[in-house]
């Protein structure tokens, strides 16, 4: 199926510019493009694109508002809409992405920059609608042995969704899998329930998919970012909750909260709403500390593999300030799983078995 692109934006040349470059770069893609943002919002009541590029300043209404009104359409929730703008000033930046925006593109138009940005979000938008279909398909009148081969299928659509984001990271596979053991370990050890602990292993390797749309030449960066690169960097929680919420999906729905929450702090100093303590989710607070202390312990581009004595008393020395204190006590009373987990799954020797099956199975392999 032909994917669609809105274009809206009230200079001629510009919609020129996009139209050309996604029409030659972009195979199975068709566009539509509006200088008017009244006559895009008429058209948007009877058609769902997949992918909206909009620009900011537009004579009847601000790229902003064009935002808020299309989202009022309940069938808006998943697409990604893109803010064209100049470098836009920090309460812009916040207003468009609290309206709806999932992320932002810069002014003057930088063709190879739209077209891989573009083809990044058509792609997740496929892989989120195939994902709804079977979540559709599942809800009906199915039997129990029909209705886990859906949850299965789901299983792996979102295996392919954390590959696709692995793809564009530093992250390796193993990483997703160690955090998400560690992760599933810890809600067992504060007494979550099997449900909520099985749930939390398949959801927290999608904690950095909104990565998939923050731009390369900040994600891929070598050296370190300055204070505007890291703030685009910081929008991946904003962006993979965006992508991720409104699912009836329970696993979809847990991966949005990990998204959104991961980097908030117990002392309130984390983004994207620096929330402190008890606000933060649950999934969230146990997530945080997984992640940190499984990248300390590895090796990155950027940093050497700590020991692990020296990420256990930085986890102890952050307990109440980055993290919730019962989650690192938690992890601190099952060390030799901890390093179990880290062993099994080295970056060393993944198997072709190791990349191949998702968290669930591998956990059936190790019981
Ligand atoms: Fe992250
Ligand atoms: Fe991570």
Redesign the pocket.
């Known amino acids: 199926m032909p994917q669609t692109i809105l274009l809206l934006d009230d200079e001629p040349d510009n919609i020129v510019l996009m139209e050309k470059t996604l029409q030659r770069k972009l195979r199975d893609v068709s566009t539509v493009s509006f200088a008017s943002p009244l006559e895009a919002l008429a058209w948007c009541s009877g058609n769902e694109p997949d992918l909206c590029l909009v620009d900011y300043r537009m004579p009847e209404m601000s790229g902003i508002e064009f935002i808020v009104r299309a989202r009022q359409n309940p069938r808006f929730d998943g697409i990604p809409m893109v803010m064209v703008t100049g470098v836009p000033p920090d309460d812009v930046r916040s207003a468009a992405l609290v309206s709806g925006a999932t992320e932002f593109l810069s002014k003057p138009i930088n063709p190879p920059e739209m077209v891989v940005r573009c083809r990044n979000l058509l792609a997740l938008r496929r892989s989120l609608s195939d994902q709804r279909q079977q979540a559709y398909r599942a809800g009906g009148e199915l039997s129990e042995a029909v209705r886990g081969i859906a949850l299965r299928e789901q299983e792996v659509i979102i295996g392919r969704l954390v590959r696709f984001s692995e793809a564009r990271d530093e992250e390796t596979g193993s990483h997703m899998r160690r955090m998400a053991f560690l992760s599933q370990l810890i809600a067992q050890e504060i007494g979550e329930g099997r449900e909520f602990c099985d749930l939390l292993l398949l959801a927290a390797p999608m904690?950095?998919i909104g990565?998939v749309g923050i731009p390369d030449r900040i994600l891929l960066k070598a050296g370190r970012l300055d204070a505007a690169e890291w703030e685009i960097m910081k929008t991946?929680?904003v962006i993979g909750y965006d992508v991720l919420k409104d699912s009836d999906s329970g696993l979809l729905k847990m991966g949005a909260e990990i998204a959104h929450s991961?980097?908030e702090k117990f002392d309130g100093l984390g983004y994207p709403h620096g929330l402190c303590g008890e606000s933060i989710p649950l999934v969230g607070r146990i997530v945080a500390v997984a992640?940190v202390f499984d990248a300390l312990v590895n090796e990155r581009p950027y940093k050497n593999a700590w020991a692990p004595g020296d990420a256990f008393d930085l986890m102890r020395r952050e307990r109440a300030k980055h993290f919730d204190p019962a989650c690192v006590d938690a992890m601190l009373k099952r060390i030799g799983e901890v390093m179990d987990i880290e062993n099994e799954f080295s970056e060393k020797s993944p198997s072709k078995d190791d990349l191949e099956s998702s968290p669930l199975r591998r956990e059936a392999s190790r019981r």
């Open positions: 904690h950095d990565k991946h929680a991961h980097h992640d």
